[in-house]
């Protein structure tokens, strides 16, 4: 069964029974998490683990977007954001068709994603540094979403619930997206790591 550790990472078991409870159905007291979807299948969970995880960039790149100062920044966060929204989507006809997770779930995720992003953005989104942190955290998660692809295309092989899916196009957007944040990540390294006047 999925229990509360789905949505426990950086929360006390309590709390994370308590931020379902909260959230579905606006309750306040802690939500019976024995009741939920079961999930003992292996590709379910991944899956879900992988949608979280979409949350949090799409959130990141939609705050960068918005409040970046720079008008090229703002401008290359909607670009990627456009893919990794297209992304996202895939990524949940998938869970659908396979039968994964709850509503519930998608916005336990959703709502830890974009809390997530905040306290990884911080105050600092103005700054180099920040955008930098931003832009690496966004890196390593294309490369997280690169390795989904090539496990599922594997997976297809012989799960006839992911056949028919185009995992060449989507690796090759994978790789196309990392390419770009990694250059922009890199040109702003020296700046960004620099030591700061005393």
Known sequence: MLLCSQVSTGFGAGQARQIIGIMHGGRTQPYDCGRQVSMSDPLVTYLEDHKAGAGVAISLLKKMKAESQDESLSQFAANILAG???DEETLQNIANKIGSGSNMIKEATAWLGEKASRV????????????????EFLALGVQGKLHLWYALEVVAVTDARLRG?????????AEEQYS???DRRLALAAIALRPTKA
Do not use: Q
């Open 120 to 135: 990884k953005l911080g105050a600092g989104m103005s700054g180099d540094f920040g955008t930098f942190e931003a832009l």
């Open 84 to 86: 990794v929204e297209e």
């Open 165 to 173: 899916i185009d995992f060449k196009t989507l690796i090759a957007r």
């Open 180 to 182: 770009k944040v990694e």
